[in-house]
């Protein structure tokens, strides 16, 4: 059950695009369409970005887009803003029936 | 409104037991999978353990099993997380979540802070 592998941090221009990588296993990413991604702001409770490799809340941005290609999961930040500054992480379902979260991306806008 | 609210955090010495809880308003708990989840200070997100609707799954990070033991009453809305032989390790933000299907979670509480510590 160890944590899927994050960038430690990724920056980016004010209206620019960013993409935050999230590489796991066979028993994790690679075997199960079951990937989201969280956003948390210092001192909050995470919040739901994306579900499901690619669905997004209704109440979330349409610049947060996700994608998952073989072992690697991938959330794309369109149109920087300076809200965007957070910690975001990802998580994936695993053959054990748990969850298991990435280790955390810090994202800094320019 | 829908929310989680935590409570039973606070200082426990090492070796010692906790009883977290977490109150479910606003949206029908027992239709739903819930979930712990522990960050400590400074750190990432760790997934703790989980439980199904009627009780009949419950599933754990392998560092805590034979230590934490998850439960629920759906008569009460209620999630507890009984946390047994604490160590430092133990020590963080504990978040209770909602999970419709057990593989993303999308309803958060504010947390409730375990310190364990001499």
């Known amino acids: 059950q160890s944590a899927l592998t994050q960038p430690a941090s990724v920056s980016g221009s004010r209206g620019r695009s960013i993409t935050i990588s999230c590489t796991g296993t066979i028993s994790d990413v690679r075997g199960y369409d079951y990937v989201s991604w969280y956003q948390q702001l210092p001192g909050k409770a995470p919040k739901l970005i994306i579900y499901?490799?690619?669905k997004r809340p209704s109440a979330v941005s349409i610049r947060f887009s996700g994608s998952k290609s073989g072992y690697t999961a991938s959330l794309t930040i369109s149109g920087l803003q300076a809200e965007d500054e957070a910690d975001y992480y990802c998580s994936s379902y695993t053959s054990s029936s748990t969850l298991v979260f990435g280790t955390g991306t810090t994202v800094t806008v320019l | 409104e829908v929310q989680l609210v935590e409570s039973g955090g606070g200082l426990v010495q090492p070796g010692g037991s906790l009883r977290l809880s977490c109150v479910a308003s606003g949206f029908t708990f027992s239709n739903y999978w819930m979930t712990w989840v522990r960050q400590a200070p400074g750190k990432g997100l760790e997934w703790v353990a989980n439980i199904n609707q009627d009780r009949s799954e419950r599933y754990y990070v392998d560092y805590v099993k034979d230590r934490f033991t998850i439960s629920r009453d759906n008569a009460k809305n209620s999630l507890f997380l009984q946390m047994d032989s604490l160590s430092a390790g133990d020590t963080g933000v504990y978040y209770c979540?909602?999970?419709?299907?057990?593989?993303?979670?999308?309803?958060w509480g504010q947390g409730t802070l375990v310190t364990v510590s001499s």
């Open positions: 499901d490799v690619n």
């Open positions: 979540a909602r999970s419709e299907y057990g593989d993303y979670i999308d309803l």
